[in-house]
């Protein structure tokens, strides 16, 4: 079974940063790609971030791209999401996600918990 849990959330003024973490168990982790969504309420979920295996690739939303960035440590099995210039807009609840191949990277068949970010001044 896999089990995700995101950190590092909280509250920041317009401009901020945070750093998102996610802890991946199992023995999964370094043979699947892993994303970044998000889900405001009474919206969709939306993928905005995704990584590639061996972290050699990446793929950002054009509304994140630029200030946003992602990685992973597949040895801590640690998935990383960087957010720098932080809007109002960016507020809502942050999960990351296994992202199966059979579905592609910005998907995820197993999901974390959440983790709420809120720029607000």
């Not at 959330?9 to 802890?23: E, H, I, K, T």
């Not at 960035?69 to 942050?94: F, G, P, V, W």
Request: contains cysteine; charged residues 15%; hydrophobic residues 25%.
């Amino acid at each position: 079974e896999v089990q995700l849990v995101e950190s590092g959330g909280g509250m920041v003024q317009p401009g901020g940063s945070l750093r998102l973490s996610c802890a991946a168990s199992g023995r999964t982790f370094s043979s699947y790609d892993m994303s970044w969504c998000r889900q405001a309420p009474g919206k969709g979920r939306e993928c905005v971030s995704a990584i590639k295996i061996i972290g050699d690739s990446t793929w950002y939303t054009d509304t994140v791209k630029g200030r946003f960035t992602i990685s992973r440590d597949n040895a801590k099995h640690t998935l990383t999401l960087q957010m720098n210039s932080l809007s109002t807009e960016d507020t809502t609840l942050y999960y990351c996600a296994r992202s199966p191949p059979t579905t592609g990277w910005g998907t995820g068949d197993y999901w974390g918990q959440g983790t709420q970010v809120t720029v607000s001044t």
